[in-house]
C-alpha cells in the first residue's frame, strides 16, 4: 500500500485530494495546522496530523509521524489580494514564507528517505495565474510563479536519484476559500488603486465559464503521483487547460 502525506487539507484542494486518494485505497497522511477530524471520513489508512510549514519543528515531528511515504503533495498555500503599493512587507513574506519557503521545507524535509530508496514523487500544486498573470495578485503570483521554477531546476537535480517532480497548476476555484483567503489579507488599497480595484472586483463577479473545481486538481494530482509520463506540468481546470492549450 503506498502513502501519500498531503499538506494543506483543512479545506478546497487539499482536502478534495486526501479524500480522492483514500477512495484509490491509498494510505493517507492529511496534514493540517489544526487537526479536524470531522473532515474526512474515519478510516485505518487515515491518519491526521497537526503541521505549520513555516515551522522547522512542526515539520520535522509531522514527518517523522507521517513513517515512510512515496508522495508529498505540497498544496498548503495562503492567498493576498492588494496592490503592491499597498502591501505591507511583513504580509509579503508570510506569503512568501507559506506558499514559497514551506515547499522548499517539507520537500528538503523528505529527500532523505526518497533518495535512500531510489524512489518517490513531489508534487507542487502553484496557479494558473503563473501562467496569466491578474492584477492585484503580483505577491501571490511571485510566490507560486518561484515555485514553478524550483520544481523544473528540482526535477533535473533529483532525476537521477529515481525521484519524480511535478507541478499542478489549477485555474479560478470560486468554489474554494482562497477568495476569503485572501480577503483577509486586503488592507487597505492605496487611494489612488481604488476605483481600479473596484472595477476588478466587479470583472471577476461578472464572469462565467469555465472554472476550476477541486475535484479538477485532486485529479490532475492523482495523475501526477502516479503516472510517470506526466508532463512536469499539468493545468487543473477547463479555464487553466485553456490558458495553457491557447
Do not use: H
Not at 482536502?15 to 485505497?25: H, I, M, N, S, V
Not at 495523475?223 to 509520463?229: C, F, G
Request: hydrophobic residues 45%; charged residues 20%.
Amino acid at each position: 500500500m503506498q502513502t501519500v502525506l498531503i499538506t494543506g487539507c483543512s479545506s478546497g484542494f487539499g482536502l478534495e485530494t486526501a479524500r480522492y486518494f483514500l477512495d484509490k485505497g491509498w494510505r493517507v497522511v492529511a496534514t493540517m495546522r489544526t487537526p479536524q477530524a470531522e473532515l474526512l471520513p474515519p478510516s485505518d489508512r487515515l491518519s491526521i496530523i497537526a503541521l505549520d510549514v513555516t515551522d522547522a519543528e512542526s515539520i520535522r515531528q509531522a514527518v517523522d509521524a507521517a513513517g515512510p511515504i512515496d508522495v508529498l503533495v505540497n498544496n498548503a498555500g495562503i492567498g493576498m489580494l492588494n496592490a503592491l503599493e499597498g502591501t505591507p512587507m511583513a504580509v509579503a513574506r508570510d506569503v512568501f514564507e507559506t506558499n514559497t519557503i514551506g515547499t522548499f521545507a517539507m520537500t528538503q524535509a523528505v529527500l532523505p528517505q526518497f533518495r535512500e530508496r531510489g524512489a518517490g514523487v513531489i508534487v507542487n500544486v502553484t496557479s494558473s495565474v503563473t501562467s496569466k498573470p491578474l492584477p492585484l495578485l503580483s505577491v501571490y503570483t511571485a510566490s507560486k510563479a518561484a515555485v514553478n521554477a524550483f520544481s523544473s531546476s528540482l526535477a533535473l537535480e533529483l532525476e537521477p536519484f529515481g525521484i519524480r517532480v511535478r507541478v499542478v497548476l489549477p485555474g479560478r476555484a470560486p468554489t474554494t476559500k482562497f477568495g476569503e483567503n485572501a480577503r483577509e489579507r486586503i488592507g487597505d488599497f492605496p487611494p489612488a488603486y481604488a476605483d481600479f480595484a473596484a472595477r476588478v472586483f466587479e470583472g471577476v463577479r461578472a464572469q462565467t465559464g469555465d472554472i476550476t473545481r477541486s475535484s479538477d486538481v485532486a485529479e490532475a494530482v492523482w495523475r501526477a503521483a502516479t503516472d510517470p509520463a506526466s508532463p512536469v506540468r499539468i493545468p487543473a481546470g477547463a479555464d487553466a487547460e485553456a490558458v495553457f492549450n491557447g
